[in-house]
């Protein structure tokens, strides 16, 4: 049974795709199942959940959504209105049109939704991490996750929905 609670230490074994280790102070998720002893330390491709961005070390969101993604925009814009009907508009700051995203994880394994809620869990609603969201989309940003639903479906399977909210750190 895959737990967000009891994170063992990055040392020796094998690992299962989707398995949660603690190394050097980040946690890392398995993205295939392998075996410690072929790799010293977490940093190589089987394993997610830190990466560079703009030169700083950050949490990294790596799973992928289900298709019922929805991408909300609503730039700040001040606008002034005068007597003959005419209106002038001017952008509200400058970082005046951040993204919101409304995800959904649908038919995952309990293991994966366990490292999910993981990432989640231990951001705690104030730590920004990294996503990059899907085409048009698909530059990655730093967002932050301030609550979560999570669903037991039936045996090994789990939905778990939420809204990213682009930030500037």
Request: hydrophobic residues 30%; neutral net charge.
């Amino acid at each position: 049974m895959a737990s967000i609670y009891n994170i063992p230490p990055y040392d020796s074994g094998d690992y299962l795709k989707n398995n949660i280790v603690s190394y050097g102070g980040y946690h890392y998720y398995a993205r295939k199942d392998g075996n410690i002893a072929s790799n010293p330390t977490p940093n190589h491709s089987d394993w997610a959940g830190v990466t560079n961005h703009n030169g700083i070390d950050k949490p990294h969101f790596f799973w992928k959504p289900s298709y019922s993604t929805n991408v909300n925009k609503h730039p700040k814009v001040k606008s002034i209105k005068f007597g003959d009907g005419y209106e002038q508009r001017v952008q509200d700051g400058i970082n005046n049109n951040l993204t919101f995203l409304d995800l959904t994880f649908d038919n995952r394994s309990e293991r994966e939704a366990a490292a999910i809620l993981h990432f989640l869990e231990i951001r705690k609603g104030q730590e920004s991490f990294v996503f990059t969201p899907h085409s048009p989309y698909n530059k990655a940003g730093l967002y932050l996750c301030r609550g979560w639903d999570s669903s037991f479906v039936f045996y090994n399977n789990y939905s778990i929905k939420f809204q990213l909210e682009e930030v500037v750190d």
